[in-house]
């Protein structure tokens, strides 16, 4: 009895060791592989994950395209100065710099996300690399905003020209590193007998952009509203290349396949996959920036001083806190609208399998609306309640609301095009998710619109009309799933009366068994 006890805990003993040896070789593997640097299999140079290089890169773009909106935040207005004048002066200049900005900017960034969907393992030259080109690419703003100021002086278009181009040679560089080094590319090109194709492909396709640059620094001496002309193209590129070779197909008839196996990367085809992850942390960082650009203009401006709280209200606080009770509830109801395109957004992503380019392209059309909500913030509480200027800022702020749900919306429409590929089964058409997906992405849309129609009619009720909608969102929020069932079951009352077993709206069965950690994972 004694001898069998003891050899029971031998027994025992020596498996909790071989647990914990197993334990802390697969803690030292994990450790190695994530964090260290390790050497590959061929004795090349170490390498290291990426994960945080794009992390950082996705922050610091992110950043970069939304302040450009503080210069049009930050325009004050007179009281009485016309509203649409203002507004067309902004609209040809700040509003214009801003607009273009992100977008140039977002299309630096896309091209950022492709470059290291392709090259998936980094070491210290790419790490430099990537920081000299974060670096020029940080510079883009203050060169747009030169080009702004100082539309007929060709400097500006030459020092952004410049940035774009080494911007060009930077990536065109990374490119001839990573074909160099096979083992810091992704497996389908490490795989593939193509490589020279990938590589001499994913070249002309980013040298594209560096040489229109080029072109366009040349005209800015010659006729400078041409080299504007060209850099707007750059935006545009990939669709306005797509189009015409469907057209040059079309004409010529067949599809050319132009690829010796499936090209996956820089083909500009609307369906081109890019980084899910990489999309979500972009719209993230734009999300919360703009979160945060509201509560600048509460601690500047809405910080009574000390000497006018002593003379004006005997020293009392509170008193002096109740004038600036406007500013404080238009902060609220902006921070609970993008708090709120935010909760849309990550819906949408949460059921989102994949993301394509032009899925990609309204994502980025949102974010820029989003931006402009510090402007809206910002104008609601401006002007005297009651007068004209406050009704045009409303109906303003109504139509940046509307545009950022819609872009929203439409990049749901563009994945069910494609939802076998881009959704999950309880979101595409038929699934029992599809109509409160498609009720949550419509309500900030239609919520904006009658909200500015409704300020159309009774315009003396503009900044109450505008406020209760920026409260009675978050509550329709809450009772949205009720209010679709209740929707659901009046029209199938209407439509399918004495059935009262029969599901009217088209459900798949396989799709419908499918468990709740499908959709998280």
Same mark, same amino acid.
């Given at each position: 009895?004694?001898?069998?006890d003891?050899?029971?805990?031998?027994?025992h003993?020596?498996?909790?060791?071989?647990? &914990?040896?197993?334990?802390?070789?697969?803690? %030292?593997?994990?450790?190695?592989?994530?964090?260290?640097?390790?050497?590959?299999?061929?004795?090349?140079?170490?390498?290291?994950?990426?994960?945080?290089?794009?992390?950082?890169?996705?922050?610091?773009?992110? +950043?970069?395209?939304?302040?450009?909106?503080?210069?049009?935040a930050?325009? #004050?207005?007179?009281?009485?100065?016309?509203?649409?004048e203002?507004?067309?002066?902004?609209?040809?200049?700040k509003?214009?710099? /801003?607009?273009?900005?992100?977008?140039?900017v %977002?299309?630096?960034?896309?091209?950022?996300?492709?470059?290291?969907?392709?090259?998936?393992?980094i070491?210290?030259?790419?790490?430099?690399?990537?920081?000299?080109?974060?670096?020029?690419?940080?510079?883009?703003?203050?060169?747009?905003?030169?080009?702004?100021?100082? $539309?007929?002086?060709?400097l500006?278009?030459?020092?952004?020209?410049?940035?774009?181009?080494?911007?060009? @040679? +930077?990536?065109?560089?990374?490119?001839?590193?990573?074909?160099?080094?096979? *083992?810091?590319?992704?497996?389908h090109?490490?795989?593939?007998?193509?490589?020279?194709?990938?590589?001499?492909?994913?070249?002309?396709?980013?040298?594209?952009? !560096?040489?229109?640059?080029?072109?366009?620094?040349?005209?800015?001496?010659?006729?400078?509203?041409?080299?504007?002309?060209?850099?707007?193209i750059?935006?545009?590129? !990939?669709?306005?290349?797509?189009?015409? &070779?469907?057209?040059?197909? &079309?004409?010529?008839?067949?599809?050319?396949d132009?690829?010796?196996?499936?090209?996956?990367? /820089?083909?500009?085809?609307?369906?081109?996959?890019? %980084?899910?992850?990489?999309?979500?942390? *972009?719209?993230?960082?734009?999300?919360?920036?703009?979160?945060?650009?509201?509560?600048?203009?509460?601690?500047?401006?809405?910080? !009574?001083?000390?000497?006018?709280? #002593?003379?004006?209200?005997?020293?009392?606080?509170?008193?002096?806190?109740?004038?600036?009770?406007?500013?404080?509830?238009?902060?609220?109801?902006?921070?609970?609208?993008?708090?709120?395109?935010?909760?849309?957004?990550?819906?949408?992503?949460?059921?989102?399998? &994949?993301?394509?380019r032009?899925?990609?392209? *309204?994502?980025?059309?949102?974010?820029?609306?989003?931006?402009?909500?510090? @402007?809206a913030?910002?104008?609601?509480?401006e002007?005297?309640?009651g007068?004209?200027?406050?009704?045009?800022?409303?109906?303003?702020?109504?139509?940046?609301?509307?545009?950022?749900?819609?872009?929203?919306?439409?990049?749901?429409?563009?994945?069910?095009?494609?939802?076998?590929e881009?959704?999950?089964? /309880?979101?595409?058409?038929?699934?029992?998710?599809?109509?409160?997906? @498609?009720?949550?992405? %419509?309500?900030? $849309?239609?919520?904006?619109?009658?909200?500015?129609?409704?300020?159309?009619?009774?315009?003396?009720?503009?900044?109450?009309?505008?406020?209760?909608?920026?409260?009675?969102?978050?509550?329709?929020f809450?009772?949205?799933? @009720?209010?679709?069932?209740?929707?659901?079951?009046?029209?199938?009352?209407?439509?399918?009366?004495?059935?009262?077993?029969?599901?009217?709206? !088209?459900?798949?069965?396989?799709?419908?068994?499918?468990?709740?950690?499908?959709?998280?994972?």
């Amino acid at each position: 009895m004694g001898e069998n006890d003891e050899s029971e805990i031998i027994e025992h003993h020596d498996d909790e060791e071989m647990e &914990k040896r197993r334990t802390s070789r697969n803690h %030292s593997h994990s450790f190695l592989e994530s964090v260290t640097s390790s050497e590959d299999k061929n004795g090349h140079s170490s390498t290291q994950s990426s994960h945080r290089l794009l992390a950082y890169s996705d922050a610091l773009i992110s +950043i970069i395209a939304t302040v450009m909106i503080l210069p049009v935040a930050h325009t #004050k207005f007179q009281d009485d100065e016309e509203l649409k004048e203002s507004i067309q002066i902004l609209l040809t200049t700040k509003v214009a710099v /801003y607009l273009m900005t992100f977008l140039i900017v %977002s299309v630096a960034w896309a091209a950022h996300v492709r470059l290291f969907q392709v090259i998936e393992r980094i070491d210290d030259t790419l790490a430099l690399l990537n920081l000299a080109c974060m670096m020029l690419i940080t510079f883009l703003p203050y060169t747009f905003s030169l080009m702004a100021t100082f $539309p007929d002086n060709f400097l500006g278009i030459l020092l952004f020209c410049a940035c774009v181009i080494v911007i060009g @040679l +930077i990536q065109a560089a990374i490119v001839l590193y990573g074909f160099s080094h096979p *083992f810091l590319l992704n497996n389908h090109i490490q795989m593939s007998q193509n490589q020279a194709y990938y590589k001499q492909n994913i070249l002309k396709v980013i040298m594209r952009v !560096p040489i229109m640059c080029f072109f366009a620094s040349i005209f800015s001496f010659i006729f400078f509203q041409l080299s504007y002309v060209l850099l707007a193209i750059i935006i545009f590129l !990939p669709y306005i290349s797509q189009s015409l &070779k469907w057209i040059r197909n &079309k004409a010529i008839g067949g599809q050319v396949d132009e690829s010796p196996d499936s090209m996956l990367f /820089y083909t500009y085809h609307p369906i081109e996959p890019l %980084s899910k992850e990489r999309v979500e942390a *972009f719209s993230d960082g734009v999300y919360a920036i703009v979160a945060t650009l509201l509560i600048l203009d509460i601690c500047e401006n809405n910080v !009574p001083d000390p000497s006018v709280v #002593k003379k004006q209200f005997d020293n009392n606080l509170n008193a002096a806190l109740q004038e600036y009770g406007p500013e404080y509830l238009a902060y609220f109801g902006s921070f609970a609208t993008v708090g709120l395109l935010w909760f849309v957004h990550h819906s949408l992503f949460l059921h989102v399998t &994949k993301v394509t380019r032009l899925m990609g392209l *309204f994502n980025t059309f949102s974010l820029a609306c989003v931006g402009g909500l510090p @402007l809206a913030y910002q104008l609601t509480q401006e002007f005297p309640r009651g007068s004209r200027n406050e009704l045009e800022a409303v109906q303003v702020s109504c139509v940046i609301i509307f545009f950022a749900g819609l872009f929203q919306l439409a990049m749901w429409v563009v994945a069910l095009f494609t939802e076998r590929e881009t959704l999950h089964p /309880y979101v595409r058409y038929g699934g029992r998710e599809h109509t409160f997906m @498609l009720a949550k992405l %419509s309500l900030y $849309p239609c919520v904006a619109l009658g909200s500015f129609f409704l300020t159309c009619i009774l315009s003396r009720f503009s900044a109450q009309i505008f406020h209760m909608m920026e409260i009675g969102v978050p509550f329709a929020f809450l009772l949205l799933r @009720l209010l679709v069932r209740v929707m659901l079951a009046l029209l199938k009352w209407l439509f399918c009366p004495g059935r009262p077993d029969v599901d009217c709206s !088209p459900v798949e069965e396989e799709d419908s068994q499918l468990p709740i950690n499908d959709i998280v994972t």
